[in-house]
């Protein structure tokens, strides 16, 4: 009988610890992750009809408009995969047929442009440029330039980036278009032109006959879905990064970027030494979000790195590199209804996000003056000691978090996204929290 009370006094005991341990650990991990609630991939939702009926371009136009020009510049590429053939001893060669190329070509350009410019099949090549390797065409802007109502054809204007397809995405040239789709027949034309016919008024362009249907100048119908368009907007930006960054710039808000950034030079010498990260980076997780007069996209790369797209029709994006430099709408909401334990853990997040965009001027701006000058009197200093001690993709993790006065202090553990290193870092980051959702912080590794 004693031994049976000792048992359930002993049994009672551990209930109560690992009861006061769950306890800790639940307050410690509180809701404090700045997470959207973002769909992971593969989570369809169809957009096709929302909010697009007064826009002069629907989304599904851009699609195939974009597509029309892609598949015009694999009809250039005289490597392009369609010319391999097997030959007697089983093995694939490129074999070249001129009149192929030259027929194939020709079936899709705009039959007013051959006509102006007495291009023919025999003389096709003597005016436009096939290539040997394959290119794509990065869309920076897209517009109407007429319709033909008796033929239900559109003519487009389109201008972007042409860029090697590999892993690099090199810049080659700038590409100009005008594109003709006769959407009755699902056929389309394309007429390459410069810079300078892009920028005059084209609206006096006459839309061209109806073209002879080719296998090469048809088009499909696209239904587009929230991650076919994110992936999509995430995939221009990340091209345009690599191949054209000045394009992104431009699409940035000037506060933005100013604050981000300070000028386009900094701009630009950000992304040349961030260049083979942006490489790797790959959409992972979106959410959408309906406002009034644009769609808001937010994005997140396998890294958790934050992107932000706000829409307002096909194509016309303004883009957030990060979701701290900016604090959005959905942020200040969620923040201002925290407690403090919440918004300390929001701003390490913030810490975070800068640390793994290399974003070393928003973390030392961020530090407390007394322990800036005690140990890190320039931004260079704290840039190389945290290369050299952390990852270049860190993945975050709340250990423990106490409070003393207005300091708090969270216990964290970093770990490397990209596993190279199997080593973990244990940080500990003390946080005072100022007026309007700002903050100071210092840090030290365990």
């Keep these: 009988m004693r031994n049976l009370k000792i048992a359930i ?15 800790i650990l639940l307050n410690t991990n509180k809701d404090i992750e700045n997470d959207y609630s973002l769909q992971e991939l593969g989570e369809i939702e169809d957009i096709s009809d929302h909010s697009q009926k007064n826009h002069e371009i629907q989304t599904s136009e851009y699609f195939i408009v974009e597509k029309c020009v892609n598949k015009y510049m694999d009809l250039l590429n005289i490597k392009d995969i369609s010319y391999l053939v097997r030959d007697e001893n089983g093995q694939f060669d490129f074999q070249f047929d001129n009149d192929e190329i030259k027929k194939k070509i020709y079936s899709v350009l705009d039959k007013d442009f051959t006509t102006e410019n007495n291009i023919n099949k025999d003389n096709v090549l003597n005016y436009i440029k096939t290539v040997e390797e394959k290119y794509i065409f990065t869309p920076t802007e897209i517009g109407i330039v007429g319709k033909e109502e008796s033929l239900n054809a559109v003519m487009y204007k389109i201008k972007g980036v042409i860029q090697t397809s590999d892993y690099n995405k090199i810049r080659v040239a700038d590409g100009y278009y005008i594109v003709t789709l006769y959407k009755n027949n699902k056929l389309f034309s394309i ?14 362009t006459k839309i061209a006959i109806l073209p002879e249907k080719t296998e090469y100048n048809i088009f499909t119908n696209v239904k587009v879905d929230a991650q076919s368009n994110i992936q999509e907007y995430f995939n221009n930006c990340k091209n345009l990064m690599l191949a054209n960054s000045d394009e992104i710039y431009n699409k940035m808000s000037k506060e933005y970027r100013n604050k981000r950034f300070g000028s386009i030079d900094e701009f630009r ?4 030494e961030n260049k083979d990260k942006i490489k790797k980076l790959t959409l992972s997780k979106y959410l959408v979000n309906r406002k009034s007069d644009y769609d808001e996209y937010i994005c997140k790369d396998q890294y958790e790195n ?11 994006y303004t883009v957030f590199l990060d979701s701290y430099t900016i604090d959005l709408l959905d942020f200040i909401e969620k ?5 403090n334990q919440v918004k300390a853990g929001m701003n390490i997040e913030k810490i975070i996000y800068a640390l793994n965009s290399a974003d070393y001027k928003y973390m030392y701006n961020k530090l407390d003056d007394t322990f800036k000058s005690n140990n890190y009197k320039t931004q260079q200093e704290l840039e190389e000691y945290l290369i050299k001690n952390l990852y270049s993709f860190n993945k975050l993790e709340y250990l423990d978090y106490n409070v003393q006065g207005n300091i708090h202090t969270y216990k964290i553990r970093l770990t490397d996204y990209e596993k190279k290193d199997l080593n973990e870092k244990n940080l500990t980051i003390n946080m005072k929290l100022l007026n309007n959702r700002d903050f100071v912080f210092s840090f030290s590794i365990d």
């Design 306 to 316: 934050v992107y932000i797209f706000q829409v307002k029709e096909a194509h016309n």
């Design 269 to 272: 010498k950000f992304m040349n």
């Design 9 to 23: 006094f002993v049994s009672i005991c551990l209930i109560v610890v690992i009861s006061i341990i769950l306890i």
């Design 191 to 204: 007429r390459p032109i410069n810079e300078n016919t892009y920028n005059t008024n084209l609206s006096n």
């Design 335 to 339: 923040y201002d209804k925290a407690d």
